[in-house]
């Protein structure tokens, strides 16, 4: 926004200027009139350059939860499991899909609530968990106690705003959709691999410069993290092959 209004400024400046010399000519107002439109026109010039340096909102940081999980079984997965969690993938700056607020961006990055969503969530299935801040072989499994490693992965984030004109004021529909993947490695191969998604929805208020959007935002990503981590703990703590750590 900023390279659309520089070109501009002299011509807006001297459009400004002529404008308070024939109103203060026109009213008779002389010094007090020419003084009072040209602090009115710094007072436009500074909103002006306000709302260009403002085009970007970031979502609020999104709480760490834990959500429960539905399980068929009564217990937690029995022995000790290494736990890895990437969530590098889901940041993505989001665009208005039409012109109202098409000024600004909302970046949503959802990678750091993601990951200590995951390793608290899944650290309630598992008897024992061990974080790790890299995927182990299947071969380095035994020598530490672990009965397999499950790697939990974000695949994709997308997200869609809207403005909702109104009356008095506008208000903003937000949607979010977030996909991620689970897999479980034991000593003798593959357990489980399983992808799922959620999606999200939120409404606000636009507010005065559109940042009600932001808020919106984070709403819907919350919901659609709540999907998702119901689904990868339900797949996991379900499953039959996991618990026995039978591969075929």
Known sequence: MLNLIEPMR????????????????????GKVMIDFLKGARCLMAVAALTAAAGCQYNAKPMPVATYNIYSSYGDKLPGKYLLFVDGSSLSKPIKPS???????????????????SVRQTLSNLVNEMEVVSAPVDRAELKARGARGIIIVRGENLDGRLRVVPGF????????????ASIVVDGPSGRLLGSTVSGSGRGQSDA?????????????????????????????????????????K
């Not at 600004?104 to 993601?114: K, N, R």
């Not at 919106?216 to 689904?231: F, I, N």
Request: glycine letters at 12%; proline letters at 3%; charged letters at 20%.
């Open 10 to 29: 002299p011509n807006l400046t001297r459009a400004a200027s002529e404008l308070s010399c024939g109103l203060a000519q026109f009213f008779g107002a």
């Open 168 to 179: 008095w004021s506008a208000g903003i529909e937000t949607e979010v959709e977030l996909s």
């Open 98 to 116: 039409d012109l109202n607020c098409a000024a600004h961006t909302y970046p949503l990055d959802m990678g750091p609530s993601f990951g200590s």
């Open 207 to 247: 507010g005065m410069m559109c940042e009600g959007g932001s808020k919106s935002m984070t709403d819907s990503a919350e919901a659609a993290l709540k999907q998702v981590l119901g689904r990868l703990g339900e797949a996991l703590v379900n499953s039959d092959r996991v618990r026995t750590g039978a591969t």
